[in-house]
């Protein structure tokens, strides 16, 4: 998947958003990570916010995000497992966007070489809503790291070919 270094980066804003019921500033490893992969990365930190696993909330924030012309992408990291709290997709379906099912297809896969069978109980997923692609991701580090450098580090980078999801951008909303 080749960088074509002939071509300008042009870096996205992107807002993080942590689903956790048990989770705060000073214990979000996950959110942390990808703060710190994607301003490494060259990318701007548009917002960040930690808030529960609850569907209407989730719904609400990304409503809110989706609508503000600062943000481009959002990455959500927790509330995608298998448990009764974990809703994470459920309020994606809710922003009634397109589903990018090949997103959760090759992180499964990605995610397979690294915890094996395990990777079934994830439930990784991304839409486009509005003009703003939504990512979630599992609340592990691991899980942020695969995603970000399987997936996320080459599809955010304008000079990827042949295709990337930054060229896309201008063309979401037609």
């Known amino acids: ?22 989770r705060s500033e000073a214990d979000d ?3 942390d990570t990808l703060v710190e992969l994607l301003t490494g990365a060259g990318h701007e930190l548009a917002v960040r916010a930690i808030i529960r696993d609850e569907t ?12 503000d012309p600062e943000i481009d992408v959002v990455i959500t990291t927790g509330g995608t497992g298998l448990t009764g709290r974990d809703v994470t997709p459920e309020a994606l379906h809710r922003l009634d ?4 099912p090949g997103f959760g297809e090759l ?18 997923c991304a839409v486009v809503a509005r003009g703003t692609y939504i990512f979630a991701l599992p609340g592990s580090t ?5 995603a970000w450098e399987g997936i996320l580090s080459t599809q955010l980078d304008s000079r990827h070919r042949p295709c990337n999801f930054v060229d ?4 979401l909303m037609e």
């Open 56 to 67: 209407d909330l989730i719904v609400s924030r990304l409503h809110n995000w989706i609508d």
């Open 142 to 146: 691991g899980a942020v790291r695969d």
């Open 1 to 22: 998947m080749p960088i074509d270094e002939s071509l300008t980066f042009r870096p996205v804003r992107i807002g993080v958003l942590t689903i956790s019921d048990s």
């Open 29 to 31: 490893r996950s959110g």
């Open 107 to 124: 992180f499964r896969w990605l995610s397979y070489q690294s915890i094996g069978t395990s990777t079934i109980q994830s439930r990784a």
């Open 168 to 171: 896309l951008i201008p063309r």
């Open 97 to 100: 966007g397109k589903d990018i």
